[in-house]
């Protein structure tokens, strides 16, 4: 509902694979843009509610949230992820 409410707002799912760079680092640690979130992590059956010392490990699925497409890109960017077409 919220993300009906408020149309600006962009949510990823990005899965990190066992050679992202990322692995093993923990959020507060990734130097996210202000404008984006890790709102969830889907680790296995599992959703997670991360912290900035919740560490990534290979096949997480980080829901992430931001207030514009730029905030998205920049993830991306940090992640050194290419993104996927999106289907609207």
Do not use: C, W
């Amino acid at each position: 509902m919220f993300l009906e409410e408020h149309p600006r707002t962009v949510m990823r799912e990005i899965t990190i694979d066992m050679k992202s760079r990322i692995v093993g680092k923990r959020i507060v640690d990734l130097n996210f843009p202000k404008t984006a979130i890790i709102a969830m992590i889907q680790r296995g059956e599992k959703y997670i509610t991360p912290s900035g010392t919740t560490e990534i490990v290979p096949g997480d699925i980080l829901i992430v949230l931001s207030d514009s497409y730029n905030g998205i890109q920049e993830v991306y960017n940090i992640l050194e992820i290419t993104p996927k077409p999106q289907s609207n």
